[in-house]
């Protein structure tokens, strides 16, 4: 069976997150996305836990389902711990395949954090630790490094990070099958790096609010259970883990380096030239993931084994609307036009990936079927992201005014 899956979300009761991030409103944008699996995000949370053993029903494989939606037992944990005299800060995916082993899990992480104080629950202990509650819960947890690259809060962050894996898990390095690349870096600039040969690149949308669900995704044609998608994970199979669904890694809010604070964004070489130090203000960059991938790389750009499973890079449905019309994401009508789209095309998957340039003219207005062009060709400019600000992507160019303001005048 064919099917998308988001696996790192997080719920209402996680700092910065949407009130919104409740079971049924992620539902109805699971359907909108195009998913059929959801990671529960946060069950970690006492709050967060009984809701989803009182409304989640088991279907007998290690899925859960809820209004048609396929669950997966999933959270996040945040370690900061001092390693060989540095402060270092972790964030790590568990995913368990019952209530029962994620149960044990709560109970030994209680012992260490107060789990109420919120849905990503942080911990003194030793990244390894968490990786030893988890698989000492079930042999079937699966432990997941999250957005590996980022330079705060990962593996290989570049404020807080480790340059091998092996340093931060220790033992455990070999229970970890998978790893998740985060928004600023795609599975291409992963090749680069042997290291990371054996184990398999999935992508997540890491989501805050139910707009954000799927902008990153993991597509398969396997069982739909936890022991089919987490043997397709492992074999990293093309046949059964078929492809990513990716950011423009550039999109990303960590793609470069830079200093928020004095608007200055650089690239590796530059950062280089300048010795690590902001030009502006001369204090430390915040060095990025292009960065670290160049650090810890061991080949060149273009890189790619035979084996390796494909991805796509995509822009969200909803940013192509706001471009095509020069209005704001938030704007009501680029929010009613994604609706009337969905409604129309089936999901924003199918839209994006999978529909006819003549099938998609039939139910969207011509301009933002030709931004899905662009996009699907690849034909965009992107500012790149750095020190926590996002990317900005143009996929209309001064050229196309003149046709944009025709069309938004129709919107």
């Known amino acids: 069976m064919k099917f998308a899956a988001d696996f790192h979300i997080h719920s209402k009761y ?21 998913l059929k699996v959801v990671g529960t995000g946060d069950f970690t ?23 048609g939606i396929k669950f997966i037992l999933t959270t996040e944990v945040c370690n900061i711990f001092q390693h060989k005299e540095k402060l270092r800060k972790v964030h790590t995916m568990l995913v368990a395949p019952s209530f029962e082993a994620a149960g044990k899990i709560n109970k030994e992480l209680g012992r260490f954090a107060d789990l109420m104080s919120d849905g990503r629950p942080v911990f003194s202990l030793h990244a390894k630790k968490s990786a030893e509650i988890a698989l000492s819960a079930s042999v079937d947890c699966a432990v997941v490094p999250c957005h590996i690259w980022t330079p705060h809060f990962s593996l290989f962050g570049s404020a807080s990070g480790f340059d091998r894996i092996e340093d931060c898990f220790g033992e455990y390095s070999r229970n970890i099958f998978a790893v998740e690349t985060g928004l600023s870096s795609d599975p291409a600039m992963n090749w680069r790096v042997s290291a990371l040969d054996r184990l398999a690149l999935i992508s997540n949308s890491d989501a805050h609010s139910p707009s954000k669900l799927g902008r990153e995704a993991n597509i398969f044609d396997t069982e739909l259970s936890f022991k089919g998608i987490m043997s ?14 990716e950011f423009y890694p550039e999109e990303g809010k960590y793609y470069n380096d830079g200093h928020r604070g004095c608007k200055v964004c650089l690239s590796p070489k530059e950062t280089k030239k300048k010795r690590k130090k902001c030009p502006q203000c001369g204090k430390p960059l915040t060095l990025g993931v292009l960065s670290r991938v160049e650090e810890l790389s061991d080949r060149q750009d273009g890189f790619a084994a035979d084996d390796r499973i494909p991805f796509k890079n995509l822009v969200p449905l909803i940013e192509i609307i706001a ?20 409604m129309s095309g089936g999901s924003e998957f199918d839209i994006l990936i999978d529909k006819p340039y003549q099938e998609l003219s039939a139910f969207l207005p011509q ?3 030709e931004g899905i062009k662009r996009v699907r060709e690849g034909k965009i400019s992107i500012s790149p992201g750095y020190d926590g600000e996002y990317g900005e992507i143009k996929i209309f160019s001064e050229n196309d005014r003149t046709e944009r303001l025709k069309q938004a005048m129709l919107f």
């Not at 709050?47 to 989640?56: V, Y």
């Not at 492992?234 to 990513?244: E, G, I, N, Q, S």
């Open 14 to 34: 996680s700092r910065a997150t949407s009130k919104d991030m409740d079971l049924e409103t992620i539902c109805q944008w699971a359907k909108w996305k195009g």
């Open 45 to 67: 949370h006492p709050l967060w836990f009984s809701e989803l053993k009182k409304k989640l029903k088991s279907d007998g494989s290690g899925l859960f389902d809820f209004r």
């Open 232 to 245: 397709a994970i492992k074999a990293r199979d093309p046949k059964k883990f078929l492809y990513t669904v």
């Open 323 to 342: 471009e095509a019309f020069d209005k704001g994401t938030d704007s009501a009508s680029v929010r009613n036009e994604y609706i009337k789209a969905i």
């Open 367 to 369: 301009i933002v079927v």
